[in-house]
Every structure is written in C-alpha cells, then in structure tokens.
C-alpha cells in the first residue's frame, strides 16, 4: 500500500555497530543507521589490545599513541557503514564503554597490555584497580569521558569526517550526511563542550580538503534530566535520539543488568505487566519522551527526534513512537522487517483516526 508522505511519518533505521550490520540492515531496507555503538567496533581480540592502551593511558602523550592507532581502523569502518547505507543517514554515536567490559581481566591479557605499555604487570593491575567503579553504568561513560580526555573526541571526529569525505569522493551519487551523537548527556553546557571540540576538528579538516561536507551534531536523550531539560538541549542539539535503555533503566532507577532477579516477583504480584527494558512504559518513560520531543521542538523547529534503545524494535512501543512524532526508529538488523511492517501499521492506524 502507497502511504500519502503526511502518512509515511516513522521512517526505519536499524542499529550497526559494524560494516557486516549495516550491509545485513540495507538488506532487510533499513533506511539509515539510528545508532553505531563505536565501542562494539573493539571487541575483536585484534582491537582490543589498542582500546585497552587507550583506557589505561597516564598521560595525554600516551593516550594520543593509542588513539593514534584507533582512528584508521574507526575510519575504515565508518567508511564501510557509509558505503554501506548508500546515502542513508548515519548516526555515528560517540565512544560509550562501561569502562568494566573493556579492562583486562585475565593475567595473559594483563601481560599483553603491559607489554605494549613499556609498564610493569604490577603498575597496570594498579591502573585497573584504579578504574574500578561501584556503578559501572552512571560512571565514567558517555560524554564523562571526553569531559575529562577531549582528545578521544577529536581522534572520533576526524574518522568520522576523514571517511565520509573519503565515501563522497569516491561516490558522487550519495549525498553523505554524518550525524555524530554525544552519548549520556544531562546538562546543555556539557553538550556545548563535546560539540565545540567537534565542530572546530571537523571545520578544520572539511577546510583543508577544499571541498564541503554537511554534518550534524546531535545528542542521545536517555538521562531524565536531559529529557526534563530538552529545551536548552535542543539550543546546541541538531537531533534527539532516545536511548530508552539507559532512559528506563534511570527513570524507574533499577538495573538494567540486575532487574531480572526481582521484576517476576512484580509481575507475579501484578505491579508491572510486562519488562519495561522490552516493552516500552509509556506512562513515565514515555511522558519524558513526549515532553522532550514538545521542548526540544519549541526551541528548534527543525529538530529530528529518533529512538535507538531496544524498544525501537517492539510493535507496541513503536506505535507510540508515531504517536509522538518521531521520525524515525532504530533497531537491531534483524529487527527490521518488524519494525518496519510496524511503523506501516502505525501510520495506517493514524490515517483511519
Ligand atoms: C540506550 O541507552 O538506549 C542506548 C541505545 O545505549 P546503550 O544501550 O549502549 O547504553
Ligand atoms: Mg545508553
């Protein structure tokens, strides 16, 4: 069935952290990618070595020696996800690694990373100890991170911008639009910071290539004080994308690692129906949205909202999705055909009302 465009409002992205993703979502139609994780792009034991570098750095020349070694390896992948989507948007969101999930742990690996450091095992297992956090999750992640090390978002934009510039050249036919997406924001004046590093890396290199290239720079909305305060957000946000993940787990305030031990006992006792991590609650998380979506709008009618946390690949938190005007969901490939036939749904339902 042929939509009218007023009807064919909630457009389909899929989340793909890596080349293979993106090539498997285009398969399935996706129109864009709504969200690569650029940690996942480390997990390989040839990635890992330089990541681990990165985080266990001391000093900033350090730190520089390994991101110097991150950033062709970021830029050939973005290049492949450009590649990929064909022209498609692609949402390229900023290093976000609980810092837990990335630290050597087995003594093989500690040597390894020892070793390529010039550092003695027993200094490094200090750094680590050093890294230890109680709440991995509201820790040093996100934004937190480049707060502290600017220079991880300078090496992230300049593969972000190097590749798209590289893809354009080599494909007149596409028009390349990277959006780069600043993860766990809260406060507009720490979206400020990350995006002036951004827009002088990128301005700086587009200059020097004597050629033009559009970019945006927009934000994940997933802490509720990001939500409650989407209206000076939206001051320095080209876009919103909903990282429901991060949004439920912090709105209802329990983990979304350890909440599966105690929500059978709410459902047994019918204080909660379904997982609100799978399911959307569109009464709380969802009155955040709808009212970050009202804000951020007022202050930029122009702004594009999306939604990248595991909900944009469920039917029911899809319609709500349409309801209140997001442009687009984002889902895992394989979750794309549903989500798709979905959003179809969605906008049918809207037609008839
Ligand atoms: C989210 O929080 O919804 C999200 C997409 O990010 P992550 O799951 O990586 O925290
Ligand atoms: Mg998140």
Same mark, same amino acid.
């Given at each position: 069935?042929?939509?009218?465009?007023?009807?064919?409002?909630?457009?389909?992205?899929?989340?793909? @952290?890596?080349?293979?993703?993106?090539?498997?979502?285009?398969?399935?139609?996706?129109?864009?990618?709504?969200? /690569?994780?650029?940690?996942?792009?480390?997990?390989?034991?040839?990635?890992?070595?330089?990541?681990?570098?990165?985080?266990?750095?001391?000093?900033?020349?350090?730190?520089?020696?390994?991101?110097?070694? !991150?950033?062709?390896?970021?830029?050939?992948?973005?290049?492949?996800?450009?590649?990929?989507?064909?022209?498609?948007?692609?949402?390229?969101?900023?290093? @976000?690694?609980?810092?837990?999930?990335?630290?050597?742990?087995?003594?093989?690996?500690?040597?390894?990373?020892? $070793?390529?450091?010039?550092?003695?095992?027993?200094?490094?297992?200090?750094?680590?100890?050093?890294?230890?956090?109680?709440? +991995?999750?509201?820790?040093?992640?996100? /934004? &937190?991170?480049?707060?502290?090390?600017?220079?991880?978002?300078?090496?992230?934009?300049?593969?972000? !911008?190097?590749?798209?510039?590289?893809?354009?050249?080599?494909?007149?036919?596409?028009?390349?639009?990277?959006?780069?997406?600043?993860?766990?924001? =809260?406060?507009? $004046?720490?979206?400020?910071?990350? $995006?002036?590093?951004?827009?002088?890396?990128?301005?700086? !290199?587009?200059?020097?290539? =004597?050629?033009?290239?559009? #970019?945006?720079?927009?934000?994940?909305?997933?802490?509720? &004080?990001?939500?409650?305060?989407?209206?000076?957000?939206?001051?320095?946000?080209?876009?919103? /994308?909903?990282?429901?993940?991060?949004?439920?787990?912090?709105?209802?305030?329990? %983990?979304?690692?350890?909440?599966?031990?105690?929500?059978?006992?709410?459902?047994?006792?019918?204080?909660?129906?379904? @997982?609100?991590?799978?399911?959307? *609650?569109?009464?709380?998380? =969802?009155?955040?949205? *709808?009212?970050?979506?009202?804000?951020?709008?007022?202050? &930029?009618?122009?702004?594009?909202? =999306?939604?990248?946390?595991?909900?944009?690949?469920?039917? %029911?938190? !899809?319609?709500? /999705? *349409?309801?209140?005007?997001?442009? #687009?969901?984002?889902? %895992?490939?394989?979750?794309? +055909?549903?989500?798709?036939?979905?959003?179809?749904?969605?906008?049918?339902?809207?037609? $008839?009302?």
């Amino acid at each position: 069935m042929e939509l009218s465009d007023k009807y064919k409002r909630l457009g389909v992205r899929t989340n793909a @952290d890596t080349p293979k993703d993106a090539r498997q979502a285009a398969a399935f139609g996706a129109q864009g990618i709504g969200l /690569c994780r650029t940690e996942h792009m480390f997990f390989e034991p040839a990635r890992i070595g330089a990541f681990r570098e990165m985080i266990c750095a001391e000093t900033v020349e350090e730190r520089e020696a390994a991101l110097a070694k !991150i950033e062709p390896m970021q830029q050939s992948d973005f290049e492949g996800l450009f590649e990929a989507l064909g022209g498609y948007p692609v949402t390229i969101r900023f290093l @976000d690694p609980p810092l837990h999930e990335f630290v050597p742990t087995s003594e093989e690996d500690i040597e390894a990373l020892a $070793k390529a450091q010039g550092k003695s095992v027993a200094y490094i297992k200090q750094v680590i100890a050093s890294l230890h956090e109680f709440n +991995p999750m509201m820790g040093h992640r996100g /934004c &937190r991170l480049t707060v502290t090390y600017p220079e991880i978002a300078k090496m992230q934009t300049a593969a972000v !911008i190097k590749a798209a510039l590289a893809v354009q050249a080599r494909h007149s036919e596409y028009k390349v639009l990277p959006e780069i997406m600043i993860p766990l924001v =809260g406060e507009v $004046k720490e979206l400020k910071f990350v $995006k002036d590093i951004v827009v002088k890396t990128a301005d700086e !290199i587009i200059a020097a290539s =004597g050629t033009k290239l559009e #970019y945006e720079v927009g934000t994940m909305i997933e802490i509720p &004080r990001a939500a409650l305060t989407a209206d000076e957000i939206a001051k320095e946000a080209e876009f919103f /994308c909903f990282g429901t993940n991060d949004l439920t787990q912090m709105t209802f305030g329990f %983990s979304r690692d350890d909440a599966g031990k105690f929500l059978k006992s709410y459902y047994d006792n019918k204080i909660y129906e379904f @997982d609100p991590f799978a399911r959307l *609650d569109t009464v709380g998380v =969802g009155k955040l949205m *709808d009212m970050a979506v009202t804000l951020g709008r007022k202050t &930029r009618p122009s702004l594009h909202c =999306g939604i990248c946390g595991e909900h944009g690949g469920d039917p %029911s938190s !899809i319609e709500f /999705c *349409d309801a209140i005007g997001l442009d #687009y969901v984002s889902c %895992s490939p394989f979750r794309v +055909p549903i989500a798709r036939l979905s959003a179809a749904q969605a906008a049918i339902k809207a037609k $008839k009302a």
